[in-house]
């Protein structure tokens, strides 16, 4: 396994994690919600008409973020090693995944594990595993 040191950005990414954990912080402290992204825009499509507003604005924060990033600073180039059909399958496994399992990696991973949640943890468990088997068939068992 090689890794690509030039592509090793610490203080970027301690600065991300950073953001994402005052973000989360700030809704949860201020709004009484969970930072999930899957349970934000789950609810932007069922259109509760109470909460709706700050739903589509932290959606409009995800998307609009790395559009005010790129006006002073390039962005990183992005490479997608799948086809669409790959693609496509991945993403509704995760959508599965996130109904079955009740939350996202955001949700789970970012919020419950700093709630100390147990079945938060039980569930990032298993995302993270599912992930680490399904890189290495894909990448040492069916690609060779």
């Known amino acids: 396994m090689l890794i690509d040191w030039s592509s090793f950005t610490p203080w ?3 600065a991300g994690g950073l953001l994402i954990g005052i973000a989360a912080a700030i809704l949860a402290l201020f709004n009484g919600r969970i930072a999930g992204i ?8 069922h259109l509760p008409k109470s ?3 700050w739903r589509a604005l932290f959606v409009v924060g995800l998307v609009g973020a790395p559009l ?3 006006l002073p600073f390039s962005l990183p ?13 991945a993403g509704l496994m995760v959508g599965l995944g996130t109904r079955y399992g009740s939350g996202c990696t955001s949700g789970h991973g970012v919020c419950g594990l700093s709630r100390l949640s147990p079945r938060s943890a039980v569930a990032t468990a298993a995302f993270m595993g599912a992930g680490f088997v399904t890189v290495y068939v894909l990448r040492h068992l069916i690609a060779n």
Do not use: C, H
Request: no cysteine; charged share 15%; aromatic share 6%.
């Open 68 to 70: 005010l990033y790129a």
């Open 77 to 89: 180039r992005i490479k997608i090693d799948a086809d669409y059909t790959s693609l496509i399958l």
């Open 51 to 53: 909460d709706s507003g």
């Open 38 to 45: 899957s349970g934000i825009i789950g609810g932007l499509l």
């Open 12 to 14: 970027s990414s301690l």
